[in-house]
Structures are given as structure tokens and as C-alpha cells.
């Protein structure tokens, strides 16, 4: 017997974004047909982490009578310390979280070795439910092995989707009616060396561009600067279709503490690469950094710091660290809690004057917006988030005459 459609909780990241979607349809099969509660959760630090505990008590209040099942990266880490909570009935590793065997299986705990999972492919719905965006998975897990991160225990190495099967995902949203699409992965820019041929996230893109001419807008989520080779240096630069919107994984500005990071990047290749970038085109740049990483210095920090002015992020995601079990950085000498807040505190600051400025040089631009739900909002193709005066269709993209800003989004009128 079909169960109702469950209600979700998605923690963290645009690929739990995307695959909360198919988890809409999948987990609708399944024993019972009773009310369901997903919580989609998110590893990737310490508050993240508890972050989904709180979630799933507020659902369990909220929902006494569901049956609530927890999956997602933190499920995968650590399965027995969610099984042990008695708000869940269930814990579904993110090998099986995608597969409709597992929704109808009665196991309560099914999470398998991810290093064994050596496919991927697009698993979405052919439509998301209440958004004009929709997200499309390429790639998932990472080789990588950076010393404060957990994601590869959370998602396995990295494999990417079949091109083929994108190109056919990416054309079912727009025939859907979706406007514009974003791809997505943990580690976007490792797309392809697993398939045969080799072929790039740059061929990925124009294979999209060329066989789906009715997609109006497409998006990059988060890229790692050391792998933007040139053809997609040029898609990015000289595209219309792909937006001039560049997140980039930078993490640090100080050279020592990218190294321990094991990032594989010095701060003067990921500003030669925004360098290049803007020369060509006007680029909105976004960052992840992190505050506080263990035996930072004061100095060292500071380079971080200069970093959001230097390297004109306006787009920036300001993490502070906090130690996983199991990872190198852990057993690093520790930055004292207070100093990480503080530190974190003072990126922000930073962050927000630079998009500040940034906000006040849009006004009188006309960008093309997206109009979102409730109808008053919606983003430029800079990422830019825009407030209407009046409501406008929602999925519609109509240009915007900007007035003026609140130092967070943008402001303006229909033209």
C-alpha cells in the first residue's frame, strides 16, 4: 500500500536538497501507510551535527503518531548513536537512501560501507515541489582528504552521473517548467575521470547547453579554484546561460593552513583565478571559509581576513571550526573556543561590509530575476537576492529596476 507523502527535513547541503526531492517519491513505498517524517541530515561540523539531534526532537513533538526516519551524512557516520535516540524508528545510509528497496524494507537500521558505492546518477523527482529552481546531482563523494572534513566517510569516493542520463534529467525540469538549473555534487569540479572518455564538468556544461536549448539558466554550485581548467574558465566568462556566479572552496587565505588543511590550493592561485575570471566578466564570487582552524595564529587569520576584501567575495559561508572524531585536524593543536567565535564573528563583519558594498554599486542595475515564491522575491543571475516592491508570477524572470538595498538583499520594481 502507497504511503502519503512524507514531510521532510533537509539539512545542509544542495545535494541533500536534491536528493530530498527523490526521497518525496521513493519513500512514499514502503510497510504501513501511515504519516512518515524524513530528517535528511547534514555532518559536515560538530553544530551540524546537532543541529539534525534538535530537528528530530522538534519533529518528533511535532509529529508524535509518524514514523520518523533519519538519513543523510550524519545517519552514515554515526548509525548507532541515531538508532540509539528513541525519537527514531529508522536509520537509512545515503548508499541506500536513493534506492526504493530500502523504503520498503522493515530493517530498522540499513547503512552499508559508503567506500563501496561506486555509481551515481541524477535520482530526482521531475519536478521540485514548490521551487522555480531545481537541482540536478553529477557528481557525489570526494578523493580527497582534507584534515577537518568528514564528508567522504558521509558520501564515499567520488563517482559521477552518466552525461547522458543529466542531459535527459536537466531536459524533463525544464519541460517541467523549471527555468533554472543547478548542478550539484560534493566535489563538482572532480566530475568525470570515472567515465569513459574522461569527460570534464566543461564538456558536462556544453553538452547541457547544446542538447537542451530551452534551458534558460544555469547555475554551478560550490568549485574547487585549482580544478577550474579552461574550457570551463570559458563557459563561466563567456556563457550567457551559465550565471556569473562563482562559489568557490577556499576554506583559508594563509598558506600554512591551507597546507595542513590539505587543500590542495595556495592563496595566490585562488586569486589568479578570480583575477582571471573578472577580468573577463563581472562575476559575483562566494567563498567557504573557516575561522579558527587548529594552531591558526593571529597573523594567519589575518590573511583569511584580507582574503574577502582581495579576492571581492561577496557571496561568502563562514564556518567555525570545530574538531571531528577521526580526522587529522582533531588531534591538531586546538585555537581556544572563544578565539574561534570571535574570529568567526569578525569574517562575518568583513563579509557583510563587502557585500554591503557590493549591494550599493547594483543600485540602478536591471537584472533579470527569478521570481520565487511568495511572488516579492526571487535572485539575479549574480546571486543576488531581490525584494519587489510589488508581486510578480511566480517562475517568472522579468527585469528588475533597482532602487536601493537593506545591506542583505536588493531592492526594486518590475519594469
Known amino acids: 500500500m502507497s504511503a502519503p507523502a512524507p514531510h521532510i527535513i533537509t539539512l545542509g547541503c544542495r545535494l541533500n536538497l536534491a536528493e530530498s526531492e527523490s526521497l518525496r517519491a521513493l519513500s512514499k513505498t514502503g510497510p504501513g501507510a501511515g504519516e512518515r517524517v524524513i530528517v535528511n541530515s547534514c555532518a559536515v561540523t560538530q553544530s551540524a551535527v546537532a543541529e539534525t539531534r534538535a530537528a528530530i526532537r522538534k519533529a518528533r513533538r511535532a509529529h508524535p503518531a509518524a514514523e520518523l526516519i533519519v538519513t543523510g551524512c550524519a545517519a552514515q557516520i554515526d548509525p548507532a548513536g541515531f538508532a540509539a535516540m528513541p525519537e527514531v524508528d529508522r536509520v537509512i545510509g545515503n548508499g541506500e537512501k536513493l534506492s526504493p528497496a530500502a ?113 534558460e539558466r544555469l547555475r554551478l554550485s560550490s568549485l574547487d579554484s585549482i580544478e577550474i581548467d579552461d574550457r570551463l574558465f570559458d563557459l563561466i566568462t563567456g556563457e550567457a546561460r551559465v550565471m556569473p556566479h562563482l562559489h568557490l572552496s577556499l576554506q583559508a587565505g594563509d598558506d600554512l593552513i591551507l597546507k595542513r588543511m590539505k587543500r590542495r590550493h595556495a592563496r595566490a592561485d585562488a586569486l589568479r583565478v578570480i583575477e582571471r575570471v573578472k577580468a573577463r566578466r563581472d562575476v559575483a564570487i562566494g567563498a567557504d571559509l573557516i575561522a579558527g ?53 569578525r569574517l562575518r563583519a568583513a563579509a557583510a561590509s563587502r557585500r554591503a558594498a557590493w549591494l550599493s554599486g547594483q543600485h ?19 546571486h543576488a537576492e531581490v525584494r519587489l516592491a510589488t508581486p510578480a508570477p511566480v517562475g517568472a524572470i522579468v527585469p528588475v529596476r533597482i532602487t536601493g538595498d537593506d545591506g542583505v538583499r536588493l531592492l526594486g520594481e518590475a519594469e
Open 103 to 215: 523504503w520498503a524494507a522493515p530493517d530498522r537500521v540499513q547503512v552499508a560501507d559508503i567506500f563501496s558505492v561506486r555509481e551515481t546518477a541524477p535520482h530526482l523527482a521531475g519536478s521540485f515541489a514548490g521551487h522555480v529552481r531545481a537541482f540536478v546531482e553529477v557528481q557525489n563523494g570526494c578523493d580527497h582528504r582534507c584534515t577537518f572534513c568528514v564528508i567522504p566517510y558521509g558520501r564515499g569516493n567520488s563517482r559521477s552521473a552518466p552525461a547522458g542520463a543529466v542531459v535527459e534529467r536537466v531536459a524533463g525540469l525544464v519541460e517541467a517548467g523549471h527555468r533554472e538549473v543547478v548542478l550539484t555534487g560534493v566535489d563538482l569540479t572532480s566530475y568525470g575521470p570515472d567515465l569513459p572518455g574522461t569527460p570534464s564538468l566543461g564538456a558536462l556544461v556544453e553538452r547541457i547547453l547544446r542538447h537542451v536549448p530551452r534551458l
Open 293 to 345: 582552524f587548529p594552531t591558526e595564529t593571529e597573523a594567519m587569520f589575518e590573511n583569511t581576513l584580507n582574503l574577502i576584501a582581495e579576492g571581492e567575495i561577496v557571496h561568502a559561508h563562514i564556518f567555525p571550526y570545530s574538531p571531528r572524531p577521526g580526522t587529522p585536524a582533531a588531534r591538531m593543536p586546538q585555537v581556544p573556543a572563544r578565539t574561534v567565535k570571535s574570529r568567526a564573528a
Open 364 to 382: 540602478g542595475t536591471a537584472p533579470a530575476v527569478l521570481i520565487e515564491r511568495p511572488g516579492d522575491r526571487g535572485h539575479a543571475p549574480n
